[in-house]
């Protein structure tokens, strides 16, 4: 195995780094199994895979993995994967949904967020925070109109949950089914019509890449902590029609009245009061639109004014 063409690129104690570095990926879909891949071929060591899904025959038009791995677990399909371009990596796998191997979380370097329900994230974004680990998300919207990716530093800059509160808030969308969020099921996951492979992986390859400024310690060089890919026009502020192919940089600051990481949560954490988290949980949802499905417009626009 060599790496010269990689160590060229980024140095030989880069690569070396890289090498020792251990990355958590949760679901390992289009998204989470191209950067599985990716971060395998720039050189990273150790992987944590974490899915409950088996490759079926449909999804193989938008899968790294083919038609040779029908009927596998995901992670199993993708573990292969990534020991066919790194053979010496160290690959770890977990099938099951995450809230049940939240364990395997522990003493990551990084951890990338590839599922596609949004309440799942709540769930992660929880966890990231009470192991000081560093998460970047990534989400497409229907159709593979567009996407973004942030990264989140725990209590430096925003948690999961008001970054995408926030987000939400602050982007202007004709229609609100146009994002991904507007679609999310009662089950909490995604109903719309999944985005092409080309789309969902021009989303992954910026998750990827953020992944890899983070491991070196480059992702100072960013210019804010979220980007927003518009892969078709897409009016991502206001009277303002993006480009296909156009990206937006974006930085969202941490709310400190977040109901996750605000400093009222922090100071009663620390004075060992106890905080009811799924009651947290629910009004974070809400919060963060993620019943408005079942609302009409008028209870959507008052939701978001209050
Ligand atoms: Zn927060």
Not at 101 to 123: F, M, Q, R, S
Not at 126 to 152: K, M, N, P, S, W
Not at 202 to 211: G, L
């Amino acid at each position: 195995m060599t790496w010269d063409r990689v160590e060229r690129l980024i140095g030989s104690d880069n690569l070396k780094r890289l090498s020792q570095k251990r990355v958590g990926i949760v679901g390992l879909g289009s998204g989470g199994g191209f950067v599985a891949q990716s971060l395998a071929m720039s050189g990273v060591g150790g992987f944590v895979l974490i899915d409950d899904d088996v490759l079926e025959k449909h999804n193989v038009v938008r899968h790294v993995c083919d038609l040779r791995d029908v009927g596998r677990p995901k992670v199993e399909a993708v573990a292969d994967l990534i020991r066919q371009r790194n053979p010496e990596a160290h690959v770890e796998t977990h099938i099951g949904r995450v809230e049940n191997h939240l364990d395997a979380l522990d003493n990551l370097d990084l951890l990338i967020v590839g599922v596609d329900g949004e309440g799942i994230k709540y769930t992660i974004n929880q966890a990231c925070l009470e192991r000081d680990l560093i998460a970047i998300y990534a989400g497409v919207y229907e159709r593979g109109e567009g996407g973004d990716v942030v990264t989140i530093h725990p209590y430096d800059g925003p948690c999961y949950a008001c970054w995408a509160a926030a987000l939400r808030e602050g982007m202007q969308f004709d229609d609100p089914g146009e994002l991904d969020y507007g679609m999310i099921g009662p089950e909490g996951t995604l109903e719309a019509e999944p985005a092409l492979w080309l789309h969902v992986v021009r989303v992954a390859s910026v998750q990827s890449d953020f992944a890899i400024k983070e491991l070196l310690r480059d992702s100072h060089d960013l210019p804010a902590n979220t980007i927003i890919l518009a892969n078709n026009a897409i009016e991502i502020i206001d009277g303002q029609q993006s480009p296909p192919h156009s990206s937006l940089w974006v930085n969202v600051p941490r709310d400190p009245a977040c109901l996750v990481c605000g400093d009222q949560v922090r100071s009663a954490a620390q004075g060992s009061a106890a905080i009811d988290r799924q009651q947290s949980l629910d009004d974070l949802m809400h919060e963060a639109g993620l019943e408005m499905q079942q609302e009409d417009d008028e209870n959507q626009q008052s939701a978001s004014r209050q």
